[in-house]
């Protein structure tokens, strides 16, 4: 049986559909918010000229990935905070990615996956090809990008999470939505 941790929230969903402009909303409105790891190890491994990009060694980066996510959460984990913490993707993106692009996953990164639980509920951006952009960071096509919006709802769905899918809205309104869909607006919740 999976555990969760209430006040963490995952906002996921597939490159350029508003994840990092709603989390910027929320972190100006007094969240706690954890910021997506994918984009710091990018430029981190261009600034120090090294493989672990996913234009290179997919492998590589799909394991820097997991590393860091799974960092990010054990810091949250040491942190007072009770409110809602909410996250730029979760531990299980990495998971998602990893089977998207063929790398194996051992039964025992599976099974390591249970302790990084999450709040039941994960929100998801759909794609939304009028903002879409790809960058020097973000160079994922738009067929791409739909696919990993499926993918990532096959993921979360897989390891027993329920999917809220955000409307195209404004960052403010996706915001109260999502507050309104986890209640309480996040200032005093249950730990699980």
């Given amino acids: 049986m999976k ?17 990092t402009t709603l989390i910027e909303v929320l972190h100006q409105q007094g969240f706690q918010i954890v910021e997506e790891d994918a984009r710091k190890i990018i430029r981190d491994q261009i600034a120090t000229r090294k493989d672990g990009l996913p234009w290179k060694n997919k ?3 799909a394991a820097l990935m997991l590393e860091a996510s799974m960092k990010s959460y054990d810091d949250m984990m040491c942190s007072e905070n009770t409110g809602f913490t909410f996250f730029d993707r979760g531990v299980l993106d990495s998971i998602c990615y990893m ?4 790398i194996p996953i051992t039964e ?8 990084y639980a999450y709040n039941s509920k994960v929100f998801i951006l759909p794609p939304w090809k ?26 979360y769905l897989a390891f027993g ?16 939505y999502i507050l309104q869909q986890v209640g309480n607006n996040g200032r005093s919740v249950r730990i699980g």
């Fill in 3 to 19: 555990r969760t941790k209430e006040n963490f929230i995952v906002i996921t969903g597939g490159p350029g559909v508003g994840k």
């Fill in 59 to 61: 492998a590589l980066y």
């Fill in 99 to 102: 089977g998207m692009e063929n």
């Fill in 108 to 115: 025992e990164t599976k099974a390591l996956m249970k302790q």
């Fill in 130 to 155: 009028e903002i879409y952009e790809i960058d020097s960071e973000r160079k994922q096509i738009w067929s791409e990008a739909e696919a990993t919006f499926n993918n990532m709802q096959e993921t």
């Fill in 161 to 176: 999470y329920d999917i809220v899918e955000v409307p195209k809205i404004t960052p403010e309104e996706r915001m109260q």
